[in-house]
């Protein structure tokens, strides 16, 4: 069971502080937005390679951003330790996987809401994660979409049938509330934005969400 803290609900004018804050997390969720994408701009490659210079926890990039084939590899090899692109975004999947896994980073392809995950299942032996969203990509603090854990099941299924560690991450709404939902759907890493860095105390929070996925998995 992993927590991924998303910082983009963390304070932009004091990362390093709000990476600290994190250090019991296993990773730092970073959302790369493009504003093409999605209709919302973030930040990129140079922040990036900024915030792993500071960073305590290795870097999760999720990368809602057209032509990945281009510009995720350069985040696998400035050092990010897992990247993710969308794979209503790619052109060619198995290349892009490739040059991330050949960079030194776990690659992973996200789905968004409205896009189902069986026309996918032959790129399992090509990634490491596959990240399920559970809102519309674009920005933080939405409502969780349970509709989606239907798909998180029928992922997880495929990977047990795939064989290999090949994790499933559930990216927007979660929370206290929504976490164990994810955990019995199958999902073994957590991104949470607004439930930690809107907490009183990020480190309290993290622990709290492992602490009920963890009662959650089977
Ligand atoms: C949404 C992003 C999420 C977002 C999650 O497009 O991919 O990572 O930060 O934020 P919360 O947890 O607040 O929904
Ligand atoms: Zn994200």
Redesign the pocket.
Same mark, same amino acid.
């Given at each position: 069971m992993q927590i991924s803290p /998303?910082i983009? /609900?963390a304070d932009f004018a004091n990362l390093q502080a709000e990476l600290e804050a994190i250090a019991d997390a296993d990773w730092a #969720?970073v959302?790369v $937005?493009d504003n093409h994408f999605?209709p919302?701009l973030t930040l990129g490659l140079p922040v990036v390679e900024a915030l792993l210079r500071v960073s305590p926890v290795p870097i999760d990039c #999720?990368l $809602?951003i057209e032509d990945p084939d281009r510009w995720a590899p350069p985040y696998a090899e400035a050092g990010a330790g897992s990247v993710t692109f969308h794979i209503e975004a790619v052109a060619d999947p198995v290349r892009t996987a490739r040059a991330i896994r050949a960079a030194g980073a776990r690659a992973a392809f996200a789905v968004k809401p409205g896009t189902p995950f069986s026309p996918y299942v032959d790129l399992l032996p090509e990634v490491d994660m596959v990240l399920v $969203?559970t809102?519309?990509? !674009?920005?933080? !603090?939405?409502s969780?979409m349970a509709d989606q854990m239907p798909k998180v099941r029928e992922v997880r299924e495929a990977v047990r049938r795939h064989g290999g560690e090949i994790w499933v991450q559930v990216? !927007? !709404?979660?929370?206290a509330s929504t976490i164990e939902q994810c955990a019995e759907a199958g999902a073994d890493v957590f991104?949470?934005? /607004?439930?930690?860095y809107?907490a009183p105390s990020a480190a309290e929070a993290i622990d709290h969400l492992r602490e009920l996925a963890a009662r959650h998995t089977h």
């Open positions: /998303s983009l /609900s #969720h959302d $937005m999605v919302n #999720h $809602m $969203m809102v519309e990509p !674009g920005f933080g !603090g939405q969780f990216d !927007g !709404g979660v929370s991104v949470a934005g /607004s439930a930690v809107g």
